[in-house]
């Protein structure tokens, strides 16, 4: 599966900003997709994910009630709908797919990843 994440940008502290994801190739095989977030200097961490099938959703408890994720299945497409950002959300997000039925909290579980998007949040 390939993936493209577009959408990042430079947002004041307070506003919002859309993610999206947009998967091509054996797409039929992937069972969930995810969005996963790394600063500078730190490991890359959970933000959310979306099984392909049902629509379940799973987010970080710092993200939780903020962000959410969505799915387009005609268009193979994930979405990251961002608001009330936070300065310590400034990070290089990343989308990625699995194929594995479980762990879509866990990066590992994760085989496919699309080349991240710049996120900065302003003070």
């Known amino acids: 599966v390939q993936l493209q994440a577009s959408g990042g940008g430079l947002v004041q502290a307070g506003g919002s900003l859309e993610l999206s994801c947009a998967a091509a190739?054996?797409?039929?095989?992937?069972?969930?997709m995810g969005w996963f977030r790394q600063a500078p200097g730190q490991e890359r961490e959970f933000v959310a994910a979306?099984?392909?099938?049902?629509?379940?959703?799973y987010y970080a408890d710092s993200v939780k009630g903020r962000f959410t994720i969505s799915r387009d299945n005609a268009k193979n497409t994930v979405y990251l709908q961002m608001d009330s950002l936070k300065p310590e959300d400034t990070a290089i997000y990343f989308c990625a797919a699995t194929t594995l039925p479980y762990g879509f909290t866990t990066k590992g579980t994760y085989t496919s990843w699309g080349q991240g998007t710049l996120v900065t949040v302003s003070s």
């Open positions: 190739g054996r797409t039929f095989s992937s069972s969930a």
């Open positions: 979306i099984t392909w099938r049902t629509g379940r959703t």
